[in-house]
Every structure is written in structure tokens, then in C-alpha cells.
């Protein structure tokens, strides 16, 4: 009877044991992890340059520039990478290991001493991530051009502007009466704004300001004047002022008022 009482109680240890230790493997156990979320990566068309500008504006042959942009990161992950400005193949500018965050991202290249020598410059960024470069969208086109001032980025880009014909409102003009300038002129460059003068050697005859100058050919008609003609001929030029810099229009042909009636028609031929 002891003997199998015994028996019982080490059984009953025995299993109690076993509960415990399973108990404890359950307690142990580690719960099961979360799918880890995906990369922080970006891809370049995810980025946009929306703003590109030029200090000092304008920059003067031998100064120092330093250029700011603002690259909008369109994704939801930050990234850091490596900055470079450029001109065709040449870079102008480099800025090494930026951190560029969601939203807006202003971006302060250093200052270089490039030597501007072309009429114009236009510029792009490329990236540097994981070590394949790649051109940034850029919002717009950037370019600096050549000015009477320097180079400058803010000016707009201006012609080739051409007069294709001018002529007089009414042709012939009677002496003392008024008469309106018509002028034909072809843009050949993007549109922009601008006052158009019509000037007989160094006086402004006629002008229109602040008037859209359209892609492609225009016809402009001017205010009434009663411009006196007194001597033998007057040969009369087209001018074009933007933003206070004044670019001369070519023309097709000379037009020159003869006093034979004050007239700018071309000669009849026989």
C-alpha cells in the first residue's frame, strides 16, 4: 500500500512538473512579429526643381556666384544624396550628401568662381543616390543670359525679333496732318512683354507700351501722331524695350519716308 502510494505521489510530481515547464515554455515564447514596413527610397521623378536662382543677379564677368534652388520631394520618405549643377556636361557646382525631406527643400549650392563667356547658360541638377546619377525634373527652363549689366537669370529670354513691314496710316501722309505708325513684327522667341518704339535716328517718333508680344507674327498700330517732316528723308528703326533694356528689332528692309508725298511704300519696280 506505501509502495503505491509512492508511486502516486512521484507520478503526480512528475506531472505537475511537466505542466509547469510547459507552462513556462508557452510564457517564453517570443509573439509574432509585424510584417517590417518597405525601404525608405525615393525615385527621381518623385523629385521636381521648382526654383533655380543666381547671387549676384546679374553676375558680372570675374565675380563669384552661388546658386539656390528648391526641389520639391514628392514622395513620403526622406533621402540623402549628393547635388550637382550643370552646365551641358560641365558642372558648375556640387553639394555632397543632402538630406531631402518630404514637401519643400531649399538648397544652397556653394559659391564657385565659373567664368560666364557664352551668351547664354542653361542649367540642370543631377542626383547622386545609391550611386547612379540621374537628371532632376526641372520645373521650368533655367537660363542666364547675357545683358548690357552682366549675366542674369531674371531677365527674359528676347527674341530673334524681326519688322517684317512697316508702313504709314493713311500712305501717302498730307504735311501737318496726323497718321498712325503700323508696324508688322515677327517674334521668333518666347512671348513676352514689352514697350515697341519707332525712332528716326535718336528721337522716339511713335510707342506702345507694356503690349504682348506674341509667338510668331503680330501687327501693331500706334497712337495718331503729327510728326513733322522736314527734311530730305526720314529712316525710321524698331526698337524693343524689356524690363528697361532696350533690344533693336531687325528688319527686312530699310524704311525710309521719301518727300514724295511722305510715303514708306516700297518703289514701284518698271
Same mark, same amino acid.
Given at each position: 500500500?506505501?509502495?503505491?502510494?509512492?508511486?502516486?505521489?512521484?507520478?503526480?510530481?512528475?506531472?505537475?512538473?511537466?505542466?509547469?515547464?510547459?507552462?513556462?515554455?508557452?510564457?517564453?515564447?517570443?509573439?509574432?512579429?509585424?510584417?517590417?514596413?518597405?525601404? *525608405?527610397?525615393?525615385? /527621381? +521623378?518623385?523629385?521636381?526643381?521648382?526654383?533655380?536662382?543666381?547671387?549676384?543677379?546679374?553676375?558680372?564677368? %570675374?565675380?563669384?556666384?552661388?546658386?539656390?534652388?528648391?526641389?520639391?520631394?514628392?514622395?513620403?520618405?526622406?533621402?540623402?544624396?549628393?547635388?550637382?549643377?550643370?552646365?551641358?556636361?560641365?558642372?558648375?557646382?556640387?553639394?555632397?550628401?543632402?538630406?531631402?525631406?518630404?514637401?519643400?527643400?531649399?538648397?544652397?549650392? /556653394?559659391?564657385?568662381?565659373?567664368?560666364?563667356?557664352?551668351?547664354?547658360?542653361?542649367?540642370?541638377?543631377?542626383?547622386?543616390?545609391?550611386?547612379?546619377?540621374?537628371?532632376?525634373?526641372?520645373?521650368?527652363?533655367?537660363?542666364?543670359?547675357?545683358?548690357?549689366? %552682366?549675366?542674369?537669370?531674371?531677365?527674359?529670354?528676347?527674341?530673334?525679333?524681326?519688322?517684317?513691314?512697316?508702313?504709314?496710316?493713311?500712305?501717302?501722309?498730307?504735311?501737318?496732318?496726323?497718321?498712325?505708325?503700323?508696324?508688322?513684327?515677327?517674334?521668333?522667341?518666347?512671348?513676352?512683354?514689352?514697350?515697341?518704339?519707332?525712332?528716326?535716328?535718336?528721337?522716339?517718333?511713335?510707342?506702345?507700351?507694356?503690349?504682348?508680344?506674341?509667338? %510668331?507674327?503680330?501687327?501693331?498700330?500706334?497712337? /495718331?501722331?503729327?510728326?513733322?517732316? +522736314?527734311?530730305?528723308?526720314?529712316?525710321?528703326?524698331?526698337?524693343?524695350?524689356?524690363?528697361?533694356?532696350?533690344?533693336?528689332?531687325?528688319?527686312?528692309?530699310?524704311?525710309?519716308?521719301?518727300?514724295?508725298?511722305?510715303?514708306?511704300? /516700297?518703289? *514701284?519696280?518698271?
Amino acid at each position: 500500500m506505501k509502495s503505491i502510494l509512492k508511486m502516486g505521489i512521484v507520478l503526480l510530481v512528475f506531472f505537475i512538473l511537466i505542466f509547469h515547464g510547459c507552462v513556462a515554455d508557452v510564457q517564453m515564447a517570443p509573439p509574432p512579429r509585424e510584417p517590417l514596413p518597405p525601404p *525608405s527610397t525615393i525615385r /527621381p +521623378q518623385e523629385l521636381k526643381v521648382m526654383e533655380l536662382i543666381m547671387s549676384p543677379d546679374p553676375v558680372r564677368e %570675374g565675380q563669384r556666384v552661388s546658386f539656390q534652388a528648391v526641389v520639391v520631394n514628392l514622395s513620403r520618405y526622406s533621402v540623402r544624396a549628393n547635388l550637382f549643377l550643370k552646365d551641358r556636361d560641365e558642372v558648375i557646382t556640387e553639394l555632397y550628401d543632402v538630406l531631402i525631406r518630404p514637401g519643400e527643400n531649399p538648397i544652397l549650392f /556653394p559659391k564657385t568662381p565659373y567664368r560666364f563667356t557664352r551668351d547664354e547658360y542653361c542649367f540642370i541638377i543631377e542626383i547622386d543616390m545609391e550611386r547612379t546619377r540621374r537628371a532632376v525634373d526641372m520645373a521650368k527652363e533655367f537660363c542666364a543670359r547675357r545683358t548690357p549689366h %552682366g549675366w542674369s537669370m531674371r531677365f527674359p529670354r528676347v527674341g530673334p525679333l524681326f519688322i517684317e513691314d512697316l508702313d504709314f496710316l493713311p500712305d501717302p501722309v498730307l504735311p501737318g496732318r496726323e497718321f498712325r505708325f503700323r508696324a508688322k513684327l515677327r517674334n521668333d522667341g518666347s512671348p513676352l512683354r514689352a514697350n515697341i518704339r519707332i525712332v528716326d535716328r535718336d528721337q522716339v517718333v511713335a510707342q506702345l507700351n507694356d503690349v504682348l508680344l506674341p509667338h %510668331g507674327i503680330s501687327n501693331f498700330v500706334f497712337p /495718331p501722331i503729327p510728326y513733322p517732316f +522736314q527734311r530730305f528723308d526720314h529712316c525710321f528703326t524698331v526698337s524693343v524695350d524689356v524690363e528697361r533694356t532696350l533690344y533693336r528689332v531687325d528688319a527686312a528692309r530699310k524704311f525710309c519716308a521719301k518727300p514724295i508725298g511722305w510715303t514708306l511704300k /516700297p518703289p *514701284s519696280r518698271p
